[in-house]
């Protein structure tokens, strides 16, 4: 078993000339290399701390940006939760609103006037302040009050909460000269 490694596999075939002298340039490199790192000895010292100073200090910000990205996904991770449970909620609470429900009642959502259909009772109670709209998406829809303040703690953008409407004969100032004339508080625009 006379031979190297290499001219036993050019004998059998698995590698060719071209291979086999490619394989012994790059190794006569690698020795040179070596060879000349330990003649100069200091500068290669000094040349591998800057190397090693470099990777530690890229090391150091990959790390730093690794903890940003989680803090991030985290974030982004607990904000579809709260968006799902607010959802959940939301579903389990719809009060519903009948298909014949034929009094429009408006209200703002992001500087828009909105419109949704309601009955006199739930159009009552959302005057009332018992009643409170929410937004899923583009759907808008009713829920208890002390629901919504539930879903307010969590998400506030998800609930529209109409103010209770104050009667005019509550508020009357004592210097008013219309003190005397009530206004009356069920037209319909």
């Not at 790059?26 to 040179?32: A, F, V």
């Not at 968006?83 to 992001?110: C, G, L, R, S, W």
């Given at each position: ?94 009060v519903e609103t009948?298909?014949d429900a034929d ?85 319909m625009w």
């Amino acid at each position: 078993m006379a031979g190297s490694l290499q001219d036993q596999l050019l004998k059998i075939g698995v590698i060719d000339k071209q291979k086999k002298k490619k394989v012994q340039h790059e190794q006569r490199k690698d020795g040179n290399k070596a060879r000349q790192a330990v003649k100069s000895g200091k500068k290669a010292d000094s040349q591998s701390l800057v190397d090693q100073q470099q990777l530690a200090k890229e090391r150091h910000d990959k790390k730093i940006r690794d903890l940003e990205l989680n803090k991030q996904r985290d974030a982004e991770r607990a904000e579809k939760a709260i968006v799902a449970e607010v959802q959940q909620i939301i579903q389990q609470h719809i009060v519903e609103t009948p298909k014949d429900a034929d009094v429009a009642y408006n209200f703002t959502h992001k500087n828009k006037v909105k419109k949704i259909y309601v009955t006199n009772d739930q159009r009552q109670q959302l005057t009332l302040g018992q009643l409170a709209i929410t937004a899923i998406g583009e759907r808008h829809l009713l829920i208890p009050d002390k629901i919504a303040a539930k879903i307010e703690m969590r998400s506030s953008s998800s609930v529209i909460r109409i103010q209770p409407e104050i009667n005019a004969s509550d508020v009357i100032a004592s210097d008013d000269p219309y003190a005397d004339y009530e206004i009356p508080d069920d037209l319909m625009w």
